[in-house]
T-cell receptor, first 110, second 114 residues
Framework: DGGITQSPKYLFRKEGQNVTLSCEQN?????MYWYRQDPGQGLRLIYY???????QKGDIAEGYSVSREKKESFPLTVTSAQKNPTAFYLC?????????FGPGTRLTVT | GDSVTQMEGPVTLSEEAFLTINCTYT??????LFWYVQYPGEGLQLLLK???ADDKGSNKGFEATYRKETTSFHLEKGSVQVSDSAVYFC?????????????WGLGTSLAVNP
């Protein structure tokens, strides 16, 4: 059963801690994306990767880091430098321009 | 640069009402156009798409026609159901370029009451 998995669904952290969000796909897609979603602001692109071992900053990369060591995996680390990390995070992969989304991780930092 | 503008929500309808959610775009050339739907607490799902002018995308009773002359891709459904309550996103993929990024609208929230 092909798809994208994100874990965990809910994540709670204390301010000042780094946290890594998981994203795995078995669709054999080359491209993967991380978005942040806040109420009323739509989707904002954090990072994207078109191929293994390569990634580019999106519109709001500050305070985030990624790696792409395997085609199937694109983890996102929210660092303590991110000033307002509480949000809903969505991972996607793409075949051509058609993007397929995971179920999302809701991160709450207090 | 390229952009997508959607009508602001929330949109509130009664069951079996007609739905229109407006989407207009600015782009060079001929982009592909998409509608995605996000149910509460979930990720986005592709609802329909159109890749060239005058194409009509359709799925689950929803339709949208790629209108080059008005640079629009309005989403319509003849009779909405409570289960259609969700946020709807219009998006475009620019022609050319090699980064495969989508340009997103801000989303329109739809609430359907029984």
């Amino acid at each position: 059963d092909g798809g994208i998995t994100q874990s965990p669904k809910y994540l709670f952290r204390k301010e000042g801690q780094n946290v890594t969000l998981s994203c795995e796909q078995n669709l054999n897609h080359d491209a993967m994306y991380w978005y942040r979603q806040d109420p009323g602001q739509g989707l904002r692109l954090i990072y994207y990767s078109q191929i293994v071992n390569d990634f580019q900053k999106g519109d709001i990369a500050e305070g985030y880091s990624v790696s792409r060591e395997k085609k199937e995996s694109f983890p996102l680390t929210v660092t303590s430098a991110q000033k307002n990390p509480t949000a809903f995070y969505l991972c996607a992969s793409a075949e051509g321009y058609e993007q397929y989304f995971g179920p999302g991780t809701r991160l709450t930092v207090t | 640069g390229d952009s997508v503008t959607q009508m602001e929500g929330p949109v509130t309808l009664s069951e079996e009402a007609f739905l229109t959610i407006n989407c207009t775009y600015t782009a060079t050339g001929y982009p592909s156009l998409f509608w995605y739907v996000q149910y509460p607490g979930e990720g986005l799902q592709l609802l329909l798409k159109a890749t060239k002018a005058d194409d009509k995308g359709s799925n689950k009773g929803f339709e949208a026609t790629y209108r080059k002359e008005t640079t629009s891709f309005h989403l319509e459904k003849g009779s909405v159901q409570v289960s259609d309550s969700a946020v709807y996103f219009c998006a475009l993929s620019p022609r050319g370029g090699n980064n495969r990024k989508l340009i997103w609208g801000l989303g329109t929230s739809l609430a359907v009451n029984p």
